[in-house]
């Protein structure tokens, strides 16, 4: 195999990677989307149970007593 032949090989591996590096990235993007969104419903869920406690509290106020 001639270096002409080497070249083009090198150029196809490196395109390889250069493609592999951004689906790599591509998917840490993607967890990273996931993470805070996550994270968003979480503190929708916990904004939800604090009005939902200070709900029953106003209904009840003996049962937030103990």
């Not at 195999?1 to 390889?16: D, E, F, H, I, P």
Request: glycine share 6%; with cysteine; aromatic share 4%.
């Amino acid at each position: 195999m001639g270096l002409t032949g080497l070249g083009a090989m090198w150029a196809n591996t490196n395109s390889r990677f250069d493609a592999l590096e951004q689906r790599v990235v591509g998917l840490e993007l993607d967890r990273q989307h996931e993470r805070e969104a996550m994270l968003k419903v979480l503190d929708a869920i916990q904004r939800t149970d604090r009005r939902l406690a200070l709900w029953i509290c106003s209904q009840d106020p003996k049962r937030c007593a103990e």
